[in-house]
């Protein structure tokens, strides 16, 4: 998904503890929010700069 590694993420979150989340707190996470905690769970990225299709440079120290 990223050429970017994702360190120290936790287990993959299922699509029902996500689904929860959003019945819980009445929200709809968005699809690239959804895939990558589908995908990490958690932990930070190895280059914490990530650049958007549009060229927009991000700093990521941690996700949650």
């Given at each position: ?7 120290r993420?936790?287990?993959?979150a299922?699509?029902e ?12 996470i968005?699809?690239a ?6 995908a ?6 190895e ?8 060229g ?5 120290n941690w996700f949650?």
């Amino acid at each position: 998904m990223y050429d970017n590694r994702i360190l120290r993420a936790h287990e993959k979150a299922k699509a029902e503890d996500l689904e929860c989340i959003e019945q819980k707190f009445q929200v709809k996470i968005p699809a690239a929010v959804r895939e990558h905690y589908l995908a990490y769970n958690g932990g930070y990225p190895e280059k914490p700069v990530f650049t958007d299709k549009s060229g927009n440079a991000y700093i990521v120290n941690w996700f949650i």
